[in-house]
C-alpha cells in the first residue's frame, strides 16, 4: 500500500480501513504502544481474543510459528490479528525470504503487525530495506518520528485543558526543556502538574518547584554554571547528580553533548546562519530547545575555546573509561578546566 505517517495510520484506525500487514518502528516509543493498542481495540472483539489475537515476543518465539498463526482463520470475526514485538528478521536470510513469501501473498482475514521497540533495527541495512519494501508492497510501513517541539507542546496545550488546568505554549516548550522530550514521561509529568494546579494556570514556577527534572537538564545547568563562570553551583548540581547514582560515563556525555551544540551553532553564526539552519542538518527534532540555549549560551565563547573544552571533554572520557582514578575527581577536574577556557585563563 505505502508508507504512512502517523496522521494517515490514525485516519486508518478511525474509519475501520486496515492493512493487511503493518510494520511499525521509529524512535516514539509512547506513539507506537498508543496505535498498537488503537489497532488491538479496533481490531479484535475481547469476547474471542484467545483465538483471534497471537502475540509473540521475537526473541521467544520462531518465524515458522508466527506465520503458522498468520494462516489461521478467524473465529466469529472479520479479522485474525498477529502482533510481532522485535522479531532479528533482518539476522537471517532464510527468515528474510519467508517473510517476503508470506507478505507477498497475505491471506485477506490475516493482519500482520511486526513492530520493533525495545530493539533498533539498522534502518540503513540492505535487509530491512527489503523488508520496508516487502511490507510497503503488503501493507503499510510506519516509521514513528519524534515529534517537533511545536507538536509536543501543542499536545501538552491539549492535555492540560483535558485535565481541567491551563498550559500556555511557551511553558509547554519550557516543560519539555525541564523533562526532556519524551512523550510518556511528559504526560506523566502533566498529569502531576494538572492535578496540582486543578483548575489554575500550570506557570514556569509551578514546572521549576514540581517538574522531575531530566538528566539532560540537569547536565545543562551544569554546564551553563561553567560556561557563568559559576564553580559553586558546577560542582552542586555534580553533587546531586552523583547522589541521584547517575552514571559518570553518561553524565560527561551530555555535557559533551550541550558542548558540540554550542560548538554549531557558534560556527553557524560565523558562516552567518541562525540555529534553524543548524537544525535542518542534525537530529533535533523534538529538542529544538537544546539549539536555543546553545545560541544564548555561546555567545561569549569563541570558537577555539569551544574546540579547547571538547578536546578537555575527549580526555576525560578517555580516562573515565581507562584509569582507575576517581570518577567524580576526573569530573570536578574537567569543570575547573571548563571554568578557566570559558574565563580565558592559561592552565598547566
Known sequence: MSKLNESQLKEQIKGNHFSNAYLIYGEESYLKEHYISQL???????????????????KDTSL?????????????SEYNLVLVRDYPVEKSKSDLKLLSEFLADVPESTILILVYDAIEPDVKSASFKKIITAFDNAGAV?????RSENDVAKLLVSGAKKRGSVLDMNNAKYLVSVSGNDLKNLLNELDKLS??????????DIIDNMATKCLQARVYDLSKS?????????????????????????????????YVDMYRVKCAKTAGCSYDDVAKHYNYRGREFALRNASRDCANLSENQLRKS??????????????ATDKKLLLEELIVKLILIAREVSYA
Open 40 to 58: 488491538k481495540k479496533k481490531i479484535v472483539d475481547p469476547t474471542f481474543e484467545s483465538f483471534n489475537l497471537h502475540q509473540f515476543e521475537g
Open 142 to 146: 510506519v516509521n514513528m518520528e519524534k
Open 64 to 76: 515458522d510459528d508466527i506465520l503458522k498463526d498468520a494462516q489461521m482463520l478467524p473465529m466469529m
Open 195 to 204: 492535578y496540582f494546579a486543578q483548575d489554575r494556570e500550570i506557570t514556569k
Open 226 to 258: 561553567v560556561v557563568a563562570g559559576n564553580s559553586d553551583m558546577a560542582y552542586s548540581v555534580l553533587d546531586t547528580l552523583f547522589n541521584m547514582k547517575e552514571d559518570p560515563i553518561l553524565i560527561l556525555a551530555v555535557i559533551g553533548g550541550v
Open 310 to 323: 571538547l578536546d578537555e571533554i575527549m580526555n576525560t572520557d578517555l580516562k573515565l573509561k581507562s584509569t
